[in-house]
């Protein structure tokens, strides 16, 4: 299989620490990848029709795409590790979900401030993609703290992703304010081996 990433994107880093946590690393070639909505990766279109990435191309099967759809086939390859069954499913999916929608907003304000000209940037945009930020940490930090604190599955591990980001590009916003209990659990997490072992690179 073969894995196109980019290093500094945390979609990607989902992925990584799901194959460092299952012991897939092996079977995975990392291809190093960029694209952007204004710069996009020529041939990979062909394999993913949205140029973004992760995309995880297979010998067996179309290219995969979207994170959660690649978390999810990996860890059913690895036998189901990271999404638990039962009722206890559904929580770690919206827990995943919660994260994505944080690194969504997140991804936009980086946007807002790399990509458009100065000129034309708009702070109230930026405000309101902060405001979903801001409001996702604080649902984790009042009602799925138990949920952060249990068996380790990939909600944990996207929401983990989702925080380093923000801290990546949008650090000075500070998540942390007002939100101590999972800023303690985000502290311990990130001492993860996986973790520190897929830091993006600065810049």
């Known amino acids: 299989m073969k894995l196109y990433h980019s290093p500094t994107s945390p979609y990607v880093r989902k992925v990584m620490i799901l194959l460092h946590e299952t012991n897939q690393m092996d079977d995975v070639e990392l291809v190093t990848a960029s694209t952007s ?38 860890d ?25 929608g944080i690194l969504d907003a997140a991804l936009l304000i980086t946007y807002e401030s790399r990509m458009r000209p100065e000129d034309k940037q708009w702070d109230d945009w930026a405000d309101a993609q902060w405001s979903k930020i801001a409001n996702g940490c604080a649902a984790l930090n009042t009602r799925w703290m138990s949920h952060l604190q249990g068996p380790l599955d990939m909600g944990q591990i996207a929401v983990a992703c989702a925080l380093a980001y923000v801290d990546f590009r949008h650090e000075a916003r500070n998540w942390r304010k007002g939100n101590d ?18 830091v993006p690179p600065a810049g």
């Not at 638990?84 to 994260?99: C, F, K, M, Q, S």
């Not at 303690?184 to 993860?192: I, K, P, Q, T, V």
């Open 37 to 74: 909505p204004l710069d996009p990766l020529e041939g990979l279109q062909a394999k993913n029709p949205l140029n973004k990435l992760p995309a995880l191309e297979r010998p067996d099967g179309p290219t995969l795409y979207d994170s959660r759809v690649i978390c999810q086939y990996l």
């Open 76 to 100: 059913d390859r690895a036998g189901g590790k990271l999404y638990p069954g039962g009722a206890r499913r559904w929580d770690t999916l919206t827990l995943e979900a919660t994260a994505d």
């Open 181 to 198: 209990g999972l800023a303690a659990w985000y502290a311990s997490f990130a001492e993860r081996a996986d973790m520190l072992a897929t």
